[in-house]
C-alpha cells in the first residue's frame, strides 16, 4: 500500500508487507523510485510510521497490513498491489518482484470514501486519441490517396495535402499533450518519447521537403521522390510501432490494441487490394 502525489507508482512511499513459509511477518516501507528493481529502495521513503503501529495478518487466504501514519494529511492518492505468489522479499536485498496486480485510488479522508480514478484520464485520453488519429491513422490514408489515386490529377495532391496537413497538426497537439502528462505524472518512458520525437521529426522534414519540390522536369525530382517515399514510410511504420507500444503504456488492455490491430488490418487489405489494381491496370 503506498501513497502519491500522482496516482503513479514511480515516485511514491509504499509500506510492503509479507509473511513467509516459516510464519515470520515482515513489514517493510519502500521508495518506489523507478521500474527498476534496483530503484526501488527497501527502508526508504517519506512515510513517518508511529512506532509499533505496524502489523499484518493472514486470514482465509486473505493478508491484512495495518499501520498508523505520523501525518497532517497524507495524500488522498492511494495505490494498492500484489506480488507474485510464492515471490517473497529476501534478505540481505529485500528486493521486490513486479507485482501481478495493481490498483490506483482516489481516497477521500473526509468520507472515508475511495474511487478508482486514473490520474490526468482526460489529458491521457486527448493525447492517446489525438496521435492514433493523426500519426496512425490520417497519416495512412494520405499515403494511401498519393499512391492510388493519382489518375484522379490534381485532386489527388490536393486532397494528400490536406490530410497530411490535418495529421500533422493533430499530431503536433498530441505531442504537446504528452509532453504536458510527462510532466505531471513524472513517468519514465524514454522510449515512447523518443519515437515520438523522432516521427515528428520525419514529418517536419516531409513538410519541409514539400516547399523545395522540385518541377516534374527537374533533374532532382526522382531523388526527392525517393525520399519523399522512403520518409514517408518510415514515419508509418514507426507511428504504427508507438501507438501500439503507448496502448501498452496506457495500460489500456487487449480491446484498444486489438481495435487498432484491426483498423491497421483493413488498410493492409485496402492497399493489397489497390496495387494490385494498378499493377494489372499498369501491365
Not at 41 to 51: A, F, K, R
Not at 95 to 122: C, M
Amino acid at each position: 500500500m503506498g501513497f502519491s502525489s500522482s496516482g503513479r507508482m514511480v515516485g511514491s512511499s509504499a509500506m510492503v508487507g509479507w509473511i513467509s513459509g516459516d510464519g515470520t511477518r515482515t513489514i517493510q516501507q519502500y521508495y518506489l523510485g523507478g521500474t527498476r528493481p534496483n530503484l526501488v529502495l527497501p527502508n526508504q521513503g517519506n512515510l513517518t510510521i508511529v512506532e509499533n503501529s505496524s502489523s499484518i495478518t493472514a486470514q482465509s487466504s486473505r493478508v491484512y497490513l495495518a499501520f498508523q501514519l505520523n501525518t497532517t494529511q497524507p495524500s488522498q492518492r492511494v495505490i494498492y498491489s500484489v506480488g507474485q505468489i510464492g515471490v517473497i522479499p529476501s534478505a540481505p536485498g529485500f528486493a521486490l518482484a513486479e507485482h501481478r496486480d495493481k490498483i490506483s485510488t482516489l481516497l477521500s479522508y473526509s468520507t472515508g470514501r475511495s474511487a478508482t480514478k486514473t490520474p490526468y484520464s482526460r489529458l491521457r485520453k486527448s493525447h492517446g486519441i489525438l496521435n492514433m488519429l493523426s500519426w496512425g491513422i490520417l497519416m495512412i490514408i494520405g499515403a494511401i490517396v498519393a499512391r492510388y489515386m493519382k489518375q484522379w490529377d490534381p485532386i489527388w495532391f490536393y486532397s494528400h495535402a490536406v490530410i497530411q496537413s490535418c495529421a500533422f497538426i493533430l499530431g503536433i497537439i498530441g505531442i504537446i499533450c504528452g509532453f504536458v502528462l510527462e510532466d505531471r505524472l513524472k513517468a519514465d518512458v524514454s522510449t515512447h518519447k523518443g519515437l515520438g520525437i523522432f516521427i515528428l521529426v520525419l514529418a517536419s522534414l516531409q513538410v519541409t521537403a514539400l516547399f523545395a519540390r522540385p518541377d516534374k522536369e527537374a533533374k532532382m525530382r526522382k531523388y526527392w521522390n525517393w525520399y519523399h517515399y522512403i520518409a514517408g514510410r518510415l514515419l508509418i511504420v514507426f507511428a504504427i510501432a508507438n501507438v501500439f507500444y503507448g496502448i501498452h503504456l496506457g495500460e489500456k488492455g487487449n480491446g484498444w490494441t486489438a481495435g487498432y490491430g484491426v483498423i491497421i488490418a483493413i488498410f493492409i487489405l485496402v492497399s493489397f487490394v489497390l496495387e494490385f489494381r494498378m499493377w494489372k491496370r499498369n501491365n
